[in-house]
């Protein structure tokens, strides 16, 4: 056991899988083999057991029908008058009578193919009538009947009829026949007045059981053992058969050896002849389906197993397969030398979708790292910038509001009103050096644009602004919508002839916000612009949102010639 554990450690994992597969098929492929033959055996016995005993009922319902035919024939046969009649007279001087039991006995025989012939008589008269269509009428049978063993149990029966083998009567001579016989008496004073044979032969027998189909044989005998009905005559000697039916029991089934072979006997007596109607059946018969199966089943398993072999070596080569992809993935990782493009696995398995996530995992992360990396880049940037606007903005603000004051002295209102929306302006652009403002600021400083603007353009441009209350103290990155108010009026509503509309909508939906610019002016082809590097300023609003708020966020236009732009932000709240 240790040395199994041992050499098992000692193996790589490709050859462990490979025993682990092969094992898994072996040892439930031999379990089914033991089981399958030992089942096809029990099934096979079973099966004929099942068979032979309903066979064995059947011809026990055949033979008592055909024992009530045979009495229903004797008794209609005793119970007609003229039968009475005829064996009643003293001499054969009534041919009325001698004619109707003629033609009564026909009718019988003619009916009734099994029958061999019908003996009626006593030491009087007597009549015999045979299928040939020989028809005797005599007084020379009852003499030689009366000295036999046969019609002394005949008499002994008293009216009740029985079954005998003629060994010692004989009415068809050329045919080995049974006969029913049973004593005739008169039916007022139940005297006997003579007797009743009907002679029949194994035909009977192999109608009813002429359609079996077997390697065995059947047998019908009787309480004394006497063979009425043997199948295949040549199969047992009169020693072995004797010996078969000399200790059966009423009905069952058993096994017995004879002459060094082993036979299943299923056997039943009949409740009114006492017959034992026997089916006897080599063994070896039965198991060679049995063994046939088992061959089969050893063949199909021995083949499944090769199968099992290839499989296993298949599945083994593709499992190291994957994982050795997944080692030199690992080494990549471990290096550290960038995306991992090179190398992919198949996603049909756990291994291969794993790899693959891991692969991606690993390139997201990656990439993750580079942009943060830019980001911090840009943020400096951005931090630089704003020290250089930040560089004494007491001096922009006090130049301002000098210029507010002197245009007020001089009632120079334009003027003074421009110098103050400036002042305003660059201080909320500033935002005390924060690169990060609210949606409240953006829009004021929007609104000191375009007072700017507004006098620039002779209040010509109708302005419209819509923001959700609920979102004006959101915080996005600043600078993000004057550009695009900017670009609104000078590419589209400057040019413009007519009214000139420009609406501003901010709106929230779970976390996601949306500012629009929208405007009514000469449109423009944004692929075209961006194709010759003019949108320059478009680009990098986009830039600086996905760069912030990921790639799922950004600026998107919207732009019809001669009908209007919608430039749409869309930002995230849960940065």
């Not at 690169?435 to 375009?450: A, D, G, P, S, V």
């Not at 959700?468 to 009026?489: G, S, T």
């Given at each position: 056991m240790k040395f199994l554990k041992f050499y098992y450690k000692s193996k790589s994992i490709n050859v462990?899988?490979?025993?682990?597969?092969?094992?898994?098929?072996?040892?439930?492929?031999?379990?089914?083999?033991?089981?399958?033959?030992?089942?096809?055996?029990?099934?096979?016995?079973?099966?004929?057991?099942?068979?032979?005993?309903?066979?064995?009922?059947?011809?026990?319902?055949?033979?008592?029908?055909?024992?009530?035919?045979?009495?229903?024939?004797?008794?209609?046969?005793?119970?007609?008058?003229?039968?009475?009649?005829?064996?009643?007279?003293?001499t054969q001087e009534s041919y009325n009578l001698q004619i109707a039991t003629r033609d009564l006995l026909i009718n019988v025989i003619n009916n009734k193919e099994y029958i061999n012939g019908i003996y009626l008589g006593n030491e009087n008269i007597e009549?015999?009538?045979?299928?040939?269509?020989?028809?005797?009428?005599?007084?020379?049978?009852?003499?030689?009947?009366?000295?036999?063993?046969?019609?002394?149990?005949?008499?002994?029966?008293?009216?009740?009829?029985?079954?005998?083998?003629?060994?010692?009567?004989?009415?068809?001579?050329?045919?080995?026949?049974?006969?029913?016989?049973?004593?005739?008496?008169?039916?007022?004073?139940?005297?006997?007045?003579?007797?009743?044979?009907?002679?029949?032969?194994?035909?009977?027998?192999?109608?009813?059981?002429?359609?079996?189909?077997?390697d065995g044989n059947i047998v019908v005998a009787g309480q004394d053992m006497q063979v009425y009905y043997n199948k295949d005559s040549g199969m047992f000697t009169k020693g072995q058969l004797d010996n078969i039916l000399s200790g059966l029991n009423k009905e069952g089934l058993i096994k017995k050896e004879i002459d060094?072979?082993?036979?299943?006997?299923?056997?039943?007596?009949?409740?009114?002849?006492?017959?034992?109607?026997?089916?006897?059946?080599?063994?070896k018969s039965l198991i060679s389906s049995t063994i046939n199966h088992r061959n089969i089943t050893i063949i199909l398993i021995a083949f499944s197993f090769i199968l099992a072999l290839i499989s296993s070596s298949f599945i083994t080569n593709r499992i190291t397969h994957q994982l050795n992809i997944l080692k030199r993935v690992t080494k990549k990782m471990e290096s550290g030398n960038g995306k991992i493009d090179r190398l992919s696995f198949d996603i049909e398995d756990e291994i291969g979708r794993i790899g693959n996530k891991l692969i991606t995992l690993y390139n997201r992360n990656n990439k993750l790292i580079i942009k943060l990396y830019e980001s911090r880049l840009k943020t400096k940037e951005v931090q630089l910038l704003n020290l250089q606007n930040n560089i004494n903005p007491h001096f922009l603000y006090n130049t301002l509001n000098s210029m507010y004051l002197m245009s007020e002295k001089y009632n120079a209102k334009p003027v003074?009103?421009?110098?103050?929306?400036?002042?305003?302006?660059?201080?909320?652009?500033?935002?005390?050096?924060?690169?990060?403002?609210?949606?409240?600021?953006?829009?004021?400083?929007?609104?000191?644009?375009?007072?700017?603007?507004?006098?620039?353009?002779?209040?010509?441009?109708?302005?419209?602004?819509?923001?959700?209350?609920?979102?004006?103290?959101?915080?996005?990155?600043?600078?993000?919508?004057?550009?695009?108010?900017?670009?609104?009026?000078i590419h589209g509503l400057a040019m413009k002839e007519g009214r000139k509309d420009l609406k501003i909508v901010g709106k929230k939906s779970k976390s996601i916000i949306t500012l629009e610019v929208i405007d009514n002016g000469v449109g423009f082809d944004y692929k075209q612009i961006i194709s010759i590097d003019k949108g320059y300023a478009l680009k990098n609003i986009d830039n600086r949102i996905k760069l912030y708020y990921g790639n799922d966020f950004g600026l998107t236009i919207e732009s019809n010639i001669d009908k209007g732009t919608i430039a749409r932000i869309t930002v995230n709240t849960e940065v």
């Open positions: 462990k899988i490979f025993l682990l597969a092969t094992l898994s098929s072996l040892i439930p492929l031999s379990i089914l083999t033991i089981f399958s033959f030992f089942y096809f055996s029990h099934v096979a016995e079973k099966q004929v057991s099942t068979t032979t005993t309903n066979f064995l009922e059947i011809a026990d319902w055949n033979t008592n029908t055909f024992i009530v035919d045979i009495e229903s024939i004797g008794n209609m046969l005793l119970g007609a008058g003229y039968v009475q009649d005829f064996l009643k007279q003293k009549y015999i009538i045979k299928n040939n269509g020989h028809i005797k009428y005599t007084d020379e049978i009852y003499g030689e009947l009366k000295n036999t063993h046969t019609f002394q149990k005949i008499r002994w029966n008293k009216g009740r009829g029985s079954l005998y083998i003629e060994d010692d009567i004989n009415l068809i001579r050329d045919m080995n026949s049974i006969s029913y016989g049973k004593t005739i008496n008169d039916i007022n004073t139940f005297r006997s007045i003579g007797i009743l044979l009907i002679s029949f032969d194994d035909r009977v027998f192999k109608k009813m059981f002429g359609d079996i189909i077997t060094g072979k082993q036979y299943i006997i299923n056997y039943k007596t009949n409740s009114k002849t006492n017959w034992k109607i026997v089916s006897i059946m080599p063994y003074a009103k421009m110098a103050l929306s400036m002042s305003e302006y660059f201080r909320l652009v500033l935002n005390n050096g924060d690169f990060i403002t609210t949606i409240h600021n953006e829009i004021e400083q929007i609104k000191r644009y375009l007072e700017i603007m507004n006098v620039r353009y002779g209040g010509k441009i109708n302005i419209s602004i819509d923001i959700d209350p609920h979102i004006v103290n959101e915080k996005i990155i600043k600078l993000l919508i004057q550009p695009l108010v900017e670009n609104a009026i």
